[in-house]
């Protein structure tokens, strides 16, 4: 708004004392202060406030008048309610520095001022700023997104004073504010994020407002086109989005916004809708990749075969990877009471999501995660570029364990009192000879995770415990899993250096655990043999002084 436009309202009982040529800057906020030096707060553009405590004496009006002019303000407004008149020495001052004057009656509170010029203000920047977001709009839906959605949370920033972020459903930040405060915690993500599935699984009317400490947030869902052009998105169940629509947080209280206000920022989450509908195009490579792969495991397809695709598939998940990586399959399913909703796709949209780092920004890490969906069921191949037991005996890589520690809260409240959430893992495969068995082993491990209590559980290849493979019901590609897993790292280093680290835990556990038997039976000193014992260990991470590791290197032996 201009200067000129506050002298035609009564209502706020303004008098002109200087600056008549100025009357046509603009205002673009309002400050009340009676610091003597307020610089620090002011940004340029600002009608400053004061009643004029920060007045002692006639000197110290040029430097304070100073100050606001060198911080670009538009224009000083002095109450008359303390001192009476506005003093003389004021106004020689803001002649001085050319800037605008105004006396405000002492029946005029300055709260009326403030709250005209902030409605005035808004309104014509959310007037500029609709017409920003209609142009960013025509252009992202005609051709490729010019930055994204943190070019619409800047714009919100700048024009509208408004910090916002995009969730997705899990509380991951996918997008954020450059400027304008500290960054927002990954906590304050997760806790919003089940807010709004909360209330999205309640029927509540959006914009939901939440209030987490002292900071009021407003929610608005981002609807994403339906995969089917026959559906509607009036006609969608709730639970068919619930889980993978992301999500506009907004650190204001919507509340009282009028109508221009929200229908502004449902235009913005529209504009974000289709830069995420793109990434999803963008995954169907990786998606396609998934699915071609898994068929040829499931069909039982020569290992040569799998091989060659998985050549194919490893440049696209991991560009400028040199080598085959390893990889894990993860298998997830999504169960509701109400056994007629496909819920293939969105356990194929959520798993893709939970497969990333919750820490994580960006969109980047999503891009290397292909997942396939057969019938109700997804089925992740995780590509994993490096895979180690020898230093230490950990593996890297997926672990059910963690995967849902950061997520479980969010899902938890989308899936409400009638769904549930299921996951299993499986260990890294080093081939494609290891493919079959890694799915089985990952739906084994489904199962076991449906089998406990709780709206969202996992299990991992670490839980198919060696008693649990004694028992009938478990598929036998899950036992040559198992047996792999435990006897391939120490096969394979025994190709390499030629060992013999096989014969000698097969002689170890023959002689019971015996050192002195173990080292005559292989005309070994003792020291060699702790020290082929100990590369056991550290290769397996197990420890053959426990009885379960023993159990379960005896049966691994005796089922290869």
């Not at 009476?84 to 520095?97: F, W």
């Not at 500290?182 to 009317?205: F, I, N, V």
């Not at 994403?224 to 006609?235: D, K, N, V």
């Not at 839980?463 to 899993?481: I, N």
């Amino acid at each position: 708004m201009r200067l000129r436009a506050l002298l035609d309202t009564d209502a706020l009982g303004l008098r002109l004392l200087g600056g008549e040529e100025e009357l046509d800057r603009t205002v673009r906020g309002v400050m009340t202060t009676d610091l003597r030096d307020p610089s620090r707060y002011l940004s340029g553009g600002e009608l400053v406030l004061t009643g004029l405590a920060w007045r002692r004496d006639a000197a110290d009006s040029d430097p304070f008048v100073r100050i606001l002019a060198q911080a670009g303000v538009a224009a000083l407004a002095a109450g008359e309610a303390e001192l009476g008149d506005v003093p003389d020495d004021l106004i020689v001052a803001c002649a001085r520095h050319r800037l605008p004057l105004f006396a405000v009656h002492e029946s005029v509170a300055f709260a009326t001022i403030t709250e005209h010029v902030v409605r005035q203000v808004s309104g014509e920047r959310a007037g500029d700023l609709a017409a920003v977001v209609d142009r960013h709009r025509r252009m992202m839906t005609s051709g490729p997104a010019g930055g994204g959605p943190d070019v619409v949370l800047d714009l919100l920033g700048s024009d509208l004073d408004l910090r916002a972020w995009v969730l997705s459903p899990t509380g991951r930040l996918i997008a954020g504010p450059k400027v304008g405060g500290p960054p927002l915690p990954p906590d304050t993500c997760a806790q919003l994020a089940a807010e709004h599935l909360s209330a999205t699984r309640t029927g509540r009317r959006a914009p939901h407002r939440v209030l987490l400490g002292a900071t009021p947030y407003s929610l608005f869902p981002i609807r994403t086109a339906p995969r089917s052009p026959q559906t509607s998105q009036a006609s969608r169940d709730v639970r068919e989005t619930v889980l993978s629509d992301w999500l506009l947080a907004v650190e204001a209280d919507a509340g009282d916004w009028p109508e221009e206000r929200l229908d502004l920022l449902y235009g913005v989450t529209q504009l974000i809708a289709v830069e995420r509908d793109r990434r999803d195009a963008a995954r169907t490579v990786r998606r396609r990749l998934a699915q071609e792969v898994l068929e040829l495991v499931q069909t039982g397809a020569a290992p040569a075969e799998i091989a060659a695709r998985l050549r194919v598939a490893a440049p696209v998940l991991l560009p400028g990877l040199g080598a085959a990586p390893h990889w894990q399959v993860v298998v997830a399913r999504v169960e509701w009471q109400d056994d007629t909703l496909q819920t293939g796709p969105t356990a194929q949209s959520l798993l893709e999501e939970i497969l990333v780092d919750p820490l994580t920004t960006g969109p980047e890490p999503s891009d290397r995660i292909a997942v396939a969906h057969t019938g109700d069921e997804a089925i992740a191949l995780v590509p994993l570029p490096a895979v180690s037991t020898e230093h230490d005996g950990s593996e890297q890589g997926v672990l059910a364990d963690t995967l849902l520690d950061a997520i479980r809260a969010p899902l938890t409240a989308g899936l409400n009192d009638d769904g549930r959430l299921t996951l299993g893992v499986s260990a890294a495969v080093h081939s494609a000879e290891g493919l079959r068995g890694a799915l089985e082993e990952a739906r084994h491990a489904r199962r076991v995770a449906a089998a406990r209590t709780g709206r969202v559980c996992a299990a991992g290849h670490q839980e198919l415990a060696s008693h649990v493979l004694l028992l009938p019901f478990v598929p036998d590609d899950v036992r040559r899993a198992f047996t792999a897993r435990l006897l391939d790292p120490l096969r394979e280093y025994d190709h390499r250096h030629r060992a013999e680290l096989i014969p000698t835990l097969e002689a170890f556990l023959d002689s019971d655990g015996s050192w002195t038997r173990c080292a005559s039976r292989l005309h070994l000193h003792v020291n060699t043999l702790r020290y082929r014992v100990g590369r056991i260990e550290q290769l397996t991470g197990r420890d053959l002084s426990r009885l379960e590791d023993k159990l379960d290197f005896f049966l691994a032996l005796r089922m290869s």
